[in-house]
């Protein structure tokens, strides 16, 4: 016999112990039957279901043996053949119940444990959740998500930035929770811009639909729509830099932005202070592509080509001033 039967009538196995054997002897016919024969040991011969020697239950499991060998055991095993599937009816619903109950509460466990994905400056990472979701993060970008999705709602949370590709559930919306704004999609693509310190919150769609909700408002946006949530307002336009998406394949994408906006997510993605010494410059436009592998010294010798200043670099305070 399986020592971890008898250890389950012993109740010495862990609850996740107890489910995986509760599991395996759906599938495993032998299992089945010495389950179902021990049950029947304790429910005939009146055993205590709660042995403290795993040695006394294997011995009154081998004179249970000896016993119906016998002509006369035999006889007494046919007349109590209806008390016996009887019990064998009680049995199974008993085990059913205990299968329902033990998967209900593991599920219960899944749901609240959350993993946490956080990208370095200067990197990027791709996961894939369990339900089939792809989730791409940019430098110093956080994901909380749960183990499995259980429930009505595929729920995770970002900070930073992260593009989506949502496996399709029709049952259940896949929701991205971005500080004060929230997204529902049941199957699409779209990018999440959500920095703390940028004071927006911008969603890109790409393909299929979502729905921004943001304080009191909200609005559906179609393919190469994006919302703007900002200071109690929402707002819904065009994707002005669709290479902006680009991040996801180490490509950095300015179109027609401020030296002050791109400084801005320079300092997010490589974890450095950029003082704007002259002022002049914050209101200077540059369109311009950079490989995030370039790094932030050359990237900002290269936009220097375009209009002349001076770069000092505090590489010991990691500050990096512009003049």
Same mark, same amino acid.
């Given at each position: 016999?399986?020592?971890?039967?008898?250890?389950?009538?012993?109740?010495?196995?862990?609850?996740?112990?107890?489910?995986?054997?509760?599991?395996?002897?759906?599938?495993?016919?032998? +299992?089945?039957?010495?389950?179902?024969?021990?049950? /029947?040991? %304790?429910?005939? !011969?009146?055993?205590? *279901? =709660?042995?403290?020697? $795993?040695?006394?239950?294997?011995?009154?499991?081998?004179?249970?043996?000896?016993?119906?060998?016998?002509?006369?055991?035999?006889?007494?095993?046919?007349?109590?053949?209806?008390?016996?599937?009887?019990?064998?009816?009680?049995?199974?619903?008993?085990?059913?119940?205990?299968?329902?109950?033990?998967?209900?509460?593991?599920?219960?466990?899944?749901?609240?444990?959350?993993?946490?994905?956080?990208?370095?400056?200067?990197?990027?990472?791709?996961?894939? +959740?369990?339900?089939?979701?792809?989730?791409?993060? /940019?430098? %110093?970008?956080? !994901?909380?998500?749960? *183990? =499995?999705?259980?429930? $009505?709602?595929?729920?995770?949370?970002?900070?930073?930035?992260?593009?989506?590709?949502?496996?399709?559930?029709?049952?259940?919306?896949?929701?991205?929770?971005?500080?004060?704004?929230?997204?529902?999609?049941?199957?699409?693509?779209?990018?999440?811009?959500?920095?703390?310190?940028?004071?927006?919150?911008?969603?890109?769609?790409?393909?299929?639909?979502?729905?921004?909700?943001?304080?009191?408002?909200?609005?559906?946006?179609?393919?190469?729509?994006?919302?703007?949530?900002?200071?109690?307002?929402?707002?819904?336009?065009?994707?002005?830099?669709?290479?902006?998406?680009?991040?996801?394949?180490?490509?950095?994408?300015?179109?027609?932005?401020?030296?002050?906006?791109?400084?801005?997510?320079?300092?997010?993605?490589?974890?450095?202070?950029?003082?704007?010494?002259?002022?002049?410059?914050?209101?200077?436009?540059?369109?311009?592509?950079?490989?995030?592998?370039?790094?932030?010294?050359?990237?900002?010798?290269?936009?220097?080509?375009?209009?002349?200043?001076?770069?000092?670099?505090?590489?010991?305070?990691?500050?990096?001033?512009?003049?």
């Amino acid at each position: 016999m399986d020592e971890r039967i008898l250890k389950y009538f012993q109740n010495s196995l862990a609850p996740n112990e107890r489910l995986l054997l509760l599991r395996e002897i759906e599938k495993n016919e032998e +299992l089945k039957k010495q389950f179902a024969e021990y049950q /029947n040991i %304790q429910a005939l !011969l009146n055993l205590s *279901s =709660h042995t403290e020697d $795993k040695k006394e239950g294997e011995t009154s499991y081998q004179h249970f043996q000896k016993r119906i060998k016998s002509k006369k055991m035999r006889i007494w095993l046919v007349k109590t053949m209806k008390y016996a599937a009887a019990i064998l009816i009680l049995m199974i619903s008993t085990y059913q119940l205990s299968i329902w109950q033990m998967s209900h509460k593991l599920q219960d466990d899944f749901q609240v444990q959350t993993n946490t994905l956080y990208v370095p400056a200067g990197q990027r990472a791709c996961i894939s +959740l369990q339900d089939g979701t792809v989730v791409w993060l /940019n430098a %110093q970008s956080t !994901l909380t998500y749960p *183990s =499995h999705f259980y429930g $009505k709602e595929r729920t995770v949370s970002i900070i930073g930035e992260a593009f989506f590709e949502v496996a399709k559930d029709k049952n259940r919306p896949f929701i991205v929770a971005a500080q004060d704004a929230k997204i529902q999609v049941l199957g699409t693509k779209f990018n999440v811009y959500s920095y703390p310190d940028s004071k927006q919150i911008r969603t890109s769609l790409i393909e299929g639909a979502v729905q921004v909700f943001y304080k009191s408002k909200q609005v559906i946006l179609r393919p190469n729509e994006e919302s703007i949530a900002q200071d109690g307002k929402l707002t819904v336009s065009n994707i002005k830099n669709p290479d902006m998406l680009l991040w996801r394949n180490g490509i950095y994408s300015f179109n027609n932005e401020r030296l002050a906006d791109i400084v801005n997510k320079l300092e997010l993605y490589y974890d450095v202070t950029i003082n704007i010494a002259n002022p002049k410059l914050k209101d200077i436009n540059y369109t311009c592509k950079f490989r995030q592998r370039d790094g932030i010294e050359k990237i900002l010798h290269t936009i220097q080509k375009i209009h002349h200043f001076k770069i000092e670099i505090d590489k010991e305070n990691n500050v990096i001033t512009l003049k």
